[in-house]
């Protein structure tokens, strides 16, 4: 179980999460979702320890890491796997070096049990013969399932995605949820998923949160939000132009 | 309000305002407008500040590279590529530079020489010149532009990429895969390209002193043999090794705090240039008065 209790973080004057409070269950699938702008990846950021909260305290487990040293933070982030907004793939490795590196790095595999796992992580995101090519070779969609084979690797217990369906057709959107859901159902990790994906993402996971002006707006299952009569939310899913939320 | 350290984890360079911002974003923000005087003394306090956390922030870097170095050095391979990056592709540019600098050398050097009809003593002029001087010197303002410019820019771009990040949620040192190769790299490369700038300036002044301008070769090199003493490449050599380690924390830490997408790279970049050559000149001056 991941909580967050009061977690305030602030960019110069600009309050981005304003006294937070977020329970995300272990094995469920949990979305963030929100407008732009909102945090939501700033929240995500706080969950890994990439960021400190100002005030307030991200629990993991049981232990809150916001008050760790670096060797007890890795400790506790070895059991996270995080697929980053733009990929984040080392750009000057192939998509082969690019998933093994944590396993050459972290274990004592031989070349050819890495080889082999690396593969195998690769079919399991329906990447094939891209061993030797570069991540600026690929399109978007295929560097996202990259960077999910090479989360996926180490099996973590948690996994944070960034936003893993932006910029993505619709197509390769819907296959990326199966892709989520798939894995999910086969490994039983927890996960939180940032995006902007409503309605589709219900399809997918047990929680929703919405994030509105720095604070959990509303809670609950996807059947819960569907029905919630929270203007914001509603808005918000329906994506109506008038309302509480407004536009520059 | 705001806890920014190296070792929190916290992302770097994303908010706190480096000194170069306050220098000049800062006068433009009218904080007190109708006086005019608090203004200027809140610009003065801004800037004050900000230069003290940017050297303590400097400060701790290198100090934690270091740890990580000794720690963590990293697989030998890795600084093996830093190495042939810094040193050996450095070759060729040192290798110009020094064989021009020689020559001028020897052709300043005759010219002044022969107004007290000592040109006999060319060979020392070069040699004590680039050994004890310019060799270290030029050696590293060159690594500094070719390879530091270099270095600033690929860890700037893993900044903003995220890549830096990536290393992090994977639970793995940042440090280890990025710094101490290169930094120790510097350390090997620098004084090794230094000995080469020496032996090929001393033989770009033989060229001119002796072909050209027809000083005696024995003269030359007797001379030479007499005035160079161990001391003399010892503190070149010295020079150049602290050098290494100045390119290699100002352009790996300009890089490491870089934000703001392509333009932040350009102005890390620049500053790393400008800031390590400025220090190397600087530092230059007050070792070669501890040296002497």
Known sequence: MIELFRVTKAFGDQVVLNHLDLTIPTGKITAVIGPSGEGKSVLLRHIIGLLKPDMGRVIVDGEDITHMSRAELNRVRERFGFLFQNSALFDS?????????????????SKDEIRDRVRRALEDVGLRDVDD???????????????????????PDI??????????????????HRLIKETHQ??????????????????????????????????????????????????????????????V | MRRETLRSGSRPGAAVFTFADVLLYFPMKNHHPG??????????????????????????????????????????????????????KSFFVIFLTAAFTGMVLALQGYYTLTKFGSEGMLGS??????????????????????????????????????QIDALE?????????????????????????????????IYGGYLVGVKLMGVNPGAYFHEMEKSVE?????????????????????????????????????????????????????????LTSVLL
């Open chain 2, 169 to 201: 949620v994977m639970a793995l040192e940042p440090f280890k895969y990025l710094m101490s190769p290169r930094i120790l790299g510097a350390l090997i490369a620098l004084p090794l390209l230094c000995a080469i700038f020496d032996v090929i300036g």
């Open chain 1, 133 to 155: 090519k570069y991540p600026d070779q690929l399109s978007g969609g295929m560097k996202k399932r990259v960077g999910l084979a090479r989360a996926l690797l180490l099996k």
């Open chain 1, 159 to 176: 996994i944070l995605f960034d936003e893993p369906t932006t910029g993505l057709d619709p197509i390769i959107c819907n296959a990326m």
């Open chain 2, 125 to 162: 002029v070069v040699a004590l010149s680039l050994i004890r001087e310019l060799g270290p010197v030029l050696s590293a303002l060159m690594v500094t532009g070719r390879a530091g410019s270099a270095i600033t820019a690929e860890i700037g771009i893993m900044r903003i990429t995220e």
């Open chain 2, 35 to 88: 006086y005019p005087m608090l203004s200027i003394a809140r610009y003065l306090g801004a800037l004050t500040l900000s230069l003290l956390r940017e050297l303590g922030r400097m400060l701790l870097f290198i100090l934690y590279a270091l740890y990580m170095i000794v720690r963590a050095p990293g697989k030998p391979v890795h600084i093996l590529k830093q190495l042939s990056f810094i040193g050996a």
């Open chain 2, 230 to 286: 161990w001391k003399d490449v010892y503190s070149g050599i010295l020079k150049s090794v602290s050098f290494g380690l100045i390119i290699s924390w100002i352009c790996c830490y300009k890089g490491y705090y870089t934000s703001r997408g392509a333009e932040g790279v350009s102005r890390s970049t620049t500053a790393a240039v400008v800031m390590s050559s400025v220090l190397i000149l600087v530092w230059d001056y007050f």
């Open chain 1, 93 to 109: 490795m192939t998509v082969f070096e690019n998933v093994a590196f944590p396993l050459q790095e972290k274990t004592r595999l």
């Open chain 1, 186 to 247: 086969r490994y039983g990790f927890t996960a939180v998923i940032v995006t902007h994906e409503v309605p589709s993402i219900f399809d997918i996971c047990g929680y929703v949160a919405m994030l509105y002006r720095g604070r959990i707006q509303m809670r609950g299952t996807p059947d819960e939000i569907r029905a919630s009569e929270d203007p914001v939310v509603r808005q918000f899913i329906n994506g109506e132009l008038e309302g509480p939320l407004k536009f």
